[in-house]
């Protein structure tokens, strides 16, 4: 094994670190000592020469991703011990071999030591997304230490990495299997079936990250007359219907998300569809015209803000599609609203919904703050690891 570039920093720029900060700024490198290609392992060494952290070396203002800090080789039995603990943790918190729930995320970046790499299992499928070229070029050994881990319980190992390497790698990346094909693409979770599209939708086909989350939405349904917006495949809606709500609309501007809400609504009601209807349509124009017509309405939008060039625009829009839908629930409703933006942190988002509300002119009670659930857990020393934040708001 060829031993790993060396990186020293400039005086003073390896405090985050000492605190277990995983990322190394390019404005912190004093110097590269050797050649080095984007992707490659790297060992980064304080300007007293002192060992302090592996990581990947990147193109862009975070120039290394640190995986360990510790000093140790960095091969396949690594690697497989790293995706063992993230594997044990999840078996820890219920999430393996559970009768209700068999979609998870296994892998979730820097929360597990593995900054650039994401896995969610699918009953049986895990679908594997790098944001590194680092976890790019050893997505083989991913799905190999995969299949020792789960055993014959992996079916299929789906890399869909063409969507999110950085756009100036020059990794020519193409989607496909590294292990097995497609077979069974339904879910559980909860006891409530999903079909998921890991070849062709969203992410990595489903929006784990919004479990917990719609089974609270669950506890408040019943009877109740409900609005899903932004819906893609219908998770809140499928929820809301089970739990007896009397009326559910799915919203989403596509309409392969509307047929896939469909086919999730056909799924879970065999027998007796429930008073089910979709909309394709901009949720902003669809929230206008329905005045007092919800009593729950949820806005889980796509991210606003994808960078932080375009954070004030971001911060607007969740302003004024909060506004309207406080605007138009019933009194005594319930809103679900929620920013996956990582670039908009949660005051801020809370700031967007707080100028919402006064801007509505009505009453507005805090009933929970949401974020993700513990298949996604944020390290203490990588606050940037919470991306969703929610809150459940009470309208008078």
Same mark, same amino acid.
């Given at each position: 094994?060829?031993?790993?570039?060396?990186?020293?920093?400039?005086?003073?720029?390896?405090?985050?670190?000492?605190?277990?900060?995983?990322?190394?700024?390019?404005?912190?490198?004093?110097?590269?000592?050797?050649?080095? @290609?984007?992707?490659?392992?790297?060992?980064?060494?304080?300007?007293?020469?002192?060992?302090?952290?592996?990581?990947?070396? @990147?193109?862009?203002?975070?120039?290394?991703?640190?995986?360990?800090?510790?000093?140790?080789?960095?091969? %396949?039995?690594?690697?497989?011990?790293?995706?063992?603990?993230?594997?044990? %943790?999840?078996k820890s918190i219920g999430?393996?071999?559970?009768?209700?729930?068999?979609?998870?995320?296994l892998c979730y970046a820097e929360g597990d030591g593995l900054p650039g790499l994401i896995i969610d299992f699918y009953n049986g499928?895990?679908?594997? @997304?790098?944001?590194?070229?680092?976890?790019?070029?050893?997505?083989? @050994?991913?799905?190999?230490?995969?299949?020792?881990?789960?055993?014959?319980?992996?079916?299929?190992?789906?890399?869909?990495?063409?969507?999110t390497l950085p756009k100036q790698t020059e990794i020519k990346a193409s989607n496909g299997y590294l292990h097995g094909q497609l077979g069974s693409n339904e879910v559980l979770e909860h006891n409530h079936k999903f079909l998921i599209d890991w070849e062709h939708g969203q992410k990595t086909g489903f929006f784990i990250d919004q479990?917990?989350?719609?089974?609270?939405?669950?506890? %408040?349904?019943?009877?109740?007359?409900?609005?899903?917006?932004?819906?893609?495949?219908?998770?809140?809606?499928?929820?809301?219907?089970?739990?007896?709500?009397?009326?559910?609309?799915?919203?989403?501007?596509?309409?392969?998300?509307?047929?896939?809400t469909e086919k999730n609504i056909e799924l879970n009601f065999p027998a007796k569809k429930p008073n089910h209807q979709s909309f394709v349509a901009d949720t902003f124009n669809f929230l206008k015209e329905k005045k007092n017509n919800y009593d729950i309405i949820i806005l889980d939008p796509p991210a606003f803000a994808k960078s932080r060039d375009s954070k004030h625009n971001a911060v607007i829009g969740y302003k004024r599609i909060n506004a309207e839908a406080i605007k138009q629930i019933k009194p005594g409703g319930i809103l679900f609203t929620f920013s996956c933006s990582q670039v908009i942190?949660?005051?801020?988002?809370?700031?967007?919904?707080?100028?919402?509300?006064i801007e509505a002119g009505r009453q507005v009670r805090i009933m929970h703050r949401l974020s993700h659930p513990a298949d996604h857990p944020v390290t203490i020393f990588h606050p940037?690891?919470?991306?969703?934040?929610?809150?459940?708001?009470?309208?008078?």
């Open positions: 094994m060829t031993a790993p570039t060396k990186i020293s920093l400039k005086p003073g720029k390896e405090a985050g670190i000492l605190r277990f900060h995983p990322w190394v700024f390019s404005g912190a490198i004093e110097k590269i000592h050797g050649a080095v @290609q984007e992707g490659d392992v790297v060992e980064v060494y304080d300007s007293k020469n002192n060992y302090i952290g592996t990581g990947h070396c @990147q193109i862009g203002s975070i120039a290394v991703r640190i995986f360990t800090f510790t000093k140790t080789d960095v091969d %396949y039995n690594f690697w497989k011990q790293k995706l063992t603990a993230a594997y044990n %943790y999840r999430l393996t071999n559970n009768v209700q729930t068999n979609a998870y995320r499928t895990a679908v594997l @997304q790098a944001h590194t070229v680092g976890m790019y070029l050893i997505r083989t @050994q991913i799905a190999d230490a995969l299949k020792e881990i789960y055993g014959n319980e992996l079916i299929a190992v789906y890399d869909k990495s063409e969507e479990r917990e989350n719609r089974n609270l939405l669950a506890l %408040y349904s019943k009877g109740k007359t409900v609005l899903n917006t932004f819906c893609y495949s219908g998770g809140f809606s499928v929820y809301a219907a089970k739990a007896g709500a009397e009326l559910v609309h799915s919203v989403d501007s596509s309409k392969k998300a509307i047929e896939l942190n949660r005051p801020l988002f809370e700031g967007a919904v707080l100028a919402a509300a940037e690891g919470e991306y969703l934040k929610g809150l459940v708001l009470y309208i008078g």
